[in-house]
């Protein structure tokens, strides 16, 4: 660990190097480790433990066991446990947004907002937990009752990605536990820090051994080839690109896994003429700009309608002009740096193609050779459906902006992509907010408002974004599997 991390935190013990397996803290058997850069600065500031297939297996087979005693303890106990863990999460704040900026590049604000955002999941499910209800169900003969009941799934792999290094795997450790689960996880090597600072939260809140195991390492294809195939895995969740996504789907076939998965976007963000750009421009500046557009999420495809285009375009560059792309140790910071060079490498590429095929640029799409993986907030006008920039996720501080006249084509151009997770809608008018809301081939939509994620309301997409819910009552129902209980001959 660099001394510069450590000095900035109250708790240098939440900074962590080795794997979390059984609860115990391991290095790799091949005594390993890789670098965790600061993408701001380029600087290492940790080496992490790179674990591989063989100690996934044992990590697994460790899980199975605790697993068995805790889905046998009354929910209550659990839960309690997950309490005292989002207590500590949140009592340890600040320590743990500053280890995600350094690991991540967001800033010290977005850091904050998300570690208050991870540990609503756990309280969400430690109250939750408690209502796993099952059915009495009318049978249609008379000396015969039956039941369902709802029992925890096994033991849950979990992938997670390094956009949202807390929240991610939250949403998906917090209901695995409170039904009674237990979870080996390999979060994104881009960001192992903010896991291994998690799990160290769990152990001192009680969490008995080899509930929640984390599998640090580089080697994707070793570590996940083994949680996929791996017999003892119940489950898969998930959270990255569709690509992935799609592999790990196939791999799980084998022993027929449970998959959850939160995978790519394309969201169209459709303004009317007739919206309040008032609202408009921190519903847009929060979709595109937050976390730098690195978010599945993210507006990825703004279409404005031509009454309103010049207004918006000209609010939106004096917006972006105030920008000031830095490390989260600068107070001046408002957005962080991409997480790789090779994400800015991306970026600019998408960037360039648009151009090339007429795309006009109002401001940005000039990276320049800095300290950092920074990438300029940029505006792109004069798009047409037909650019690559229409069908692919940017990921990146890009806002792509295309014309339209009648609410229909707007809802066809919105439909017209593979994925289906997150589509906002700028109007006044009620009556189109329904018409154009239930006209979208998404999992999410939101009304003059595109902060729209939270721990009560289901997460997900449909068509190639994923499947399954995230929060919410729903999102545990990933993690249970009903059995249902006939009860025979009761007249004799
Ligand atoms: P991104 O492009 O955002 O990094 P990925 O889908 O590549 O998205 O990564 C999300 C998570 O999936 C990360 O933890 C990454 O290490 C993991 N991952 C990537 N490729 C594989 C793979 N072949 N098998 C298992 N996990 C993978």
Redesign the pocket.
């Known amino acids: 660990m660099t001394q510069a991390l450590i000095d900035q935190l109250s708790d240098t013990r939440l900074l962590k190097s080795q794997a979390y397996i059984g609860g115990d803290w391991v290095d790799a058997n091949s005594g390993a480790t890789f670098d965790v850069v600061d993408p701001a600065t380029q600087m290492v500031i940790a080496n992490v433990a790179d674990l591989g297939a063989e100690q996934t297996s044992q990590a697994i087979e460790i899980a199975d066991k605790a697993m068995r005693e805790w889905r046998a303890q009354p929910a209550k106990l659990r839960c309690e446990v997950l309490e005292r863990w989002h207590q500590l999460i949140i009592e340890n704040t600040e320590d743990l947004a500053i280890i995600m900026s350094a690991e991540q590049g967001k800033t010290l604000i977005e850091s904050r907002g998300e570690i208050g955002y991870s540990a609503s999941f756990i309280k969400w499910f430690a109250e939750e937990g408690k209502r796993i209800y099952g059915d009495v169900i009318p049978h249609a003969q008379n000396d015969r009752r039956a039941i369902t009941i709802k029992q925890a799934i096994g033991v849950v792999a979990a992938?997670?990605?390094?956009?949202f290094p807390s929240a991610m795997i939250t949403r998906k450790v917090g209901p695995a536990l409170a039904v009674g689960c237990s979870v080996v996880l390999?979060?994104?090597?881009?960001t192992p820090l903010s896991a291994l600072a998690l799990a160290e939260l769990a152990q001192r809140a009680g969490l008995p051994a080899g509930l929640l195991n984390i599998v640090p390492?580089?080697d994707?294809?070793?570590?996940?080839?083994e949680?996929?195939s791996n017999p003892k895995v119940k489950k898969l969740t998930?959270?990255?690109?569709?690509?992935?996504?799609k592999?790990?789907m196939g791999?799980c076939a084998s022993t027929v896994k449970r998959t959850s998965m939160e995978?790519?976007g394309n969201a169209p963000v459709i303004i009317f003429d007739d919206a309040d750009l008032d609202l408009v421009m921190p519903g847009i500046i929060n979709a595109k700009f937050r976390n730098s557009g690195?978010t599945c999420i993210s507006a990825n495809r703004i279409f404005v309608q031509k009454g309103i285009r010049q207004a918006f375009i000209e609010r939106l560059s004096a917006a972006a002009s105030t920008f000031n792309f830095g490390s989260y140790t600068k107070t001046e910071s408002t957005h962080g740096p991409l997480?790789t060079q090779t994400?800015v490498n991306n970026v600019d590429a998408k960037v360039k193609k648009a151009v090339s095929e007429g795309a006009k640029v109002v401001c940005g799409a000039d990276p320049k050779d800095s300290q950092g993986y920074f990438y300029p907030a940029t505006i792109l006008t004069d798009l047409n459906d037909s650019m690559n920039i229409f069908n692919e996720e940017i990921?990146g501080p890009v806002a792509a902006i295309f014309d339209f006249d009648t609410e229909q084509q707007a809802i066809d151009m919105s439909n017209d992509t593979p994925f289906g997770l997150a589509a906002y809608i700028y109007t006044e008018s009620m009556r189109r907010s329904w018409r154009v809301s239930e006209a979208l081939e998404y999992g999410m939509v939101g009304i003059n408002e595109t902060a729209i994620s939270a721990e009560i309301v289901p997460f997900g997409g449909v068509k190639e974004s994923g499947q399954g819910r995230e929060g919410s009552k729903y999102g545990l129902d990933d993690y249970l599997e009903i059995k249902y209980i006939c009860f025979g001959s009761i007249d004799k």
């Open positions: 992938i997670t990605p390094w956009n390999k979060p994104a090597a881009e390492g580089t994707a294809v070793a570590i996940g080839g949680l996929t998930f959270t990255g690109s569709t690509p992935v996504g592999l790990l791999q995978l790519g690195q997480i994400a990921f």
